[in-house]
């Protein structure tokens, strides 16, 4: 005897599938259960609950049947989908990353390993798909008639203005989120995953801007007089002299307006004591794949140790994973924020860099080169590398196979640095090389990586599991390449008229946070310190010069620019000169930030201020006015196109 759904009880059932999936996601992803989020939760499930009850009964007994079965099934695939990409790659899906990133296609393969990983949270996603599947011989969902239809579609209409309302009350963080925020992270955790699906997809196809808040300009030097800080030297700023009021004037789009209106009330970073400090130098600069602190010792890597803790030396250096490689890549190439969403025309290649560092480096006279020891077209490589001025640009595919292993993986570093040093070391001119890695790369496991089994032998002694050991192995790779360049350098006699800056493009996130603590002198969160690491910026005949000023990846290109005495305009880079007297920020995926004055987590809303520090009372919300701007911005020149509207002249 088949039993029949009445209109009630298959509302319920969904009720109880949709608070079950969000309380299961939750407890997994160690999230807050019971807070003022978790009531939202509850009124927009009841409001789904009616929704979904809705389009089950729209069609015959068999139809609907079928339709119930979908979308309890969907409901489970996109609790899983949510779970896996944030696990392996540090974020959570969004539609822009159909668009801004291969990584999760390329990677697919990798795909199974994980899914197995967490199979058990895997499996609770699908276990009400799988009772109901056991049961689907005694359930009939009958065709309703179209008054009952009508007073489900009714009811849900007059629950979503409800669920409205009661955000409007308040207007808390969620009320925010749902209206003018895109954090698709904070979306996850505080209005849930269904909830946050359907706002990024309408986003994703109506578009969004955030509201820029425009700040009143203050200079660099009010704000030393504000700290007490005596001003020695009177420095220019690093600006050119673009007229901000005839752009205003001229512009035809209220966006346009905001952005112009934004940068003139910028002051820009003034110049400093290092300023040409590396003028007419060499430059080789890296993009090291999943390099992070945690894989440098003095002696598995003596290289990265000595490159590290002399120079320019940055305890208070971080390398924020926002979508992924691409994203980290993104940030010390262009000094702007990889927020999710925008990356869709930075991958076309086609958006104007008047500042590109190919460009201004070439203008300066110099010969560029470009090497990837991968595919040179993944991730669109080859097109944005062209439109920051990278016009010989090598990898696989494109004539590094003729002189590599481009069959293995991940390649070899040690391979890509013997195989091109020559073409720039008998460069005619100045040369600026910029190299990105891959030897670093996982999956870990010594069967995984080709580089971390080249390397077992050397981390036998260390007592970490078999993950981190090939981790680490496979980064010694990246060391004994460096090794060789210092070496290529030394012999041509170049080594004192070159300078080797190094940042990683994201944490090792094919390490669970607890395998990166195995190896870590000091015990790391999630969000925050997972992300702390290195930046070489090192000359063979420069003093070590500790800076403590907090840095990240999108400050890499202006304190370069500083350094090697670039004409640019610091008030349109988002990252600032390190070396400059701007406060130092870090800023992550979910909107936390770091400052020189401490921590702020997006999730708790904590703020964890350094040893004797105080702030005053509105300092986190004017610092999260101001992180909230830079992402944004960061989005807005590239959809507008913004810099086309700049030229690199004075």
Not at 105 to 111: C, H, I
Not at 196 to 218: N, S, V, Y
Not at 380 to 402: D, I, Q, V
């Amino acid at each position: 005897m088949k039993y029949k759904l009445k209109n009630t009880k298959i509302t319920v059932i969904y009720f109880i599938i949709l608070l079950y999936l969000e309380i299961c996601f939750k407890i997994i992803n160690n999230d807050f259960l019971f807070n003022i989020s978790s009531l939202y939760n509850i009124f927009f499930c009841l409001f789904m609950s009616v929704t979904l009850s809705f389009l089950t009964y729209l069609f015959n007994s068999s139809f609907n049947k079928i339709v119930f079965y979908l979308i309890t099934f969907l409901l489970g695939f996109l609790y899983s989908l949510e779970l896996c990409i944030y696990k392996i790659f540090g974020f959570y899906f969004n539609f822009s990353l159909l668009w801004a990133t291969d990584q999760v296609a390329d990677f697919a393969g990798d795909a199974m390993r994980l899914i197995l990983k967490n199979s058990g949270s895997i499996l609770l996603f699908f276990l009400p798909f799988i009772i109901l599947l056991i049961m689907h011989n005694f359930i009939k969902i009958p065709h309703k008639e179209i008054k009952v239809n009508t007073l489900y579609l009714f009811l849900s209409v007059l629950l979503f203005l409800g669920y409205n309302l009661s955000l409007n009350i308040k207007k808390g963080e969620e009320y925010e989120l749902y209206h003018h925020v895109n954090n698709t992270e904070l979306m996850m955790k505080r209005l849930g995953v269904v909830n946050a699906f359907f706002l990024d997809l309408e986003r994703t196809i109506m578009g969004f801007d955030e509201e820029i808040l425009i700040t009143e300009k203050q200079d660099n030097e009010e704000k030393e007089k504000e700290e007490d800080k005596p001003v020695e030297i009177v420095y220019d700023y690093n600006n050119l002299d673009y007229n901000f009021e005839e752009l205003i004037n001229a512009s035809n789009s209220s966006e346009l307006t905001k952005m112009h209106n934004y940068f003139k009330n910028e002051a820009g970073t003034l110049q400093n004591e290092y300023t040409n400090y590396f003028k007419d130098k060499n430059l080789i600069l890296f993009m090291a794949e999943s390099f992070n602190e945690i894989a440098v010792s003095e002696e598995l890597t003596p290289t990265l140790y000595k490159l590290i803790n002399n120079g320019f030396y940055f305890p208070n250096f971080y390398t924020p994973t926002i979508s992924s490689t691409i994203g980290g890549e993104f940030q010390e190439l262009t000094g702007l924020v990889a927020a999710s969403g925008f990356l869709k025309p930075w991958k076309k290649g086609e958006n104007s860099f008047p500042f590109g560092i190919a460009t201004v480096f070439q203008k300066m006279g110099y010969n560029t080169y470009a090497y990837h020891d991968h595919n040179y077209s993944f991730q669109s490589r080859n097109k944005y590398l062209k439109a920051l001025g990278f016009t010989n640009f090598t990898g696989c595919k494109n004539g590094l196979e003729e002189k590599i292993n481009c069959n293995i993986w991940p390649e070899s570093d040690v391979e890509m640095i013997d195989a091109t040093v020559n073409d720039y070391l008998t460069s005619d001119k100045p040369f600026f090389t910029y190299y990105v890695t891959v030897s670093g790369h996982g999956d870990y496991g010594f069967k995984n990586t080709a580089m971390g089994r080249k390397h077992k032998e050397e981390v036998a002694g260390l007592n970490y599991s078999e993950k981190v050991l090939s981790y680490i192995a496979a980064q010694i790779e990246l060391d004994k390449a460096l090794e060789n360049l210092l070496n290529y350098l030394t012999n041509a006699n170049k080594l004192d008229n070159t300078v080797i800056a190094l940042v990683g493009d994201h944490y090792p996130y094919y390490l669970s946070l607890d395998e990166v603590n195995e190896a870590s002198s000091y015990e790391k969160d999630s969000v925050v310190e997972i992300n702390h690491s290195n930046f070489i910026l090192w000359n063979n005949k420069m003093p070590k010069i500790t800076v403590d000023k907090v840095g990240s990846q999108i400050d890499v290109l202006p304190t370069l620019y500083n350094l090697f005495g670039v004409k640019y305009d610091s008030r349109l880079l988002i990252g600032k000169d390190i070396l400059s007297t701007e406060p130092g920020l870090a800023i992550f995926g979910n909107r936390s930030w770091v400052s020189d004055y401490g921590t702020y987590f997006a999730s708790s809303k904590k703020f964890v201020p350094k040893e004797n520090v105080n702030v005053s009372e509105d300092y986190v919300q004017n610092m999260n006015k101001i992180v909230a701007n830079k992402m944004n911005m960061s989005g807005l020149i590239l959809e507008n196109d913004y810099y086309k509207y700049f030229t690199e002249g004075e």
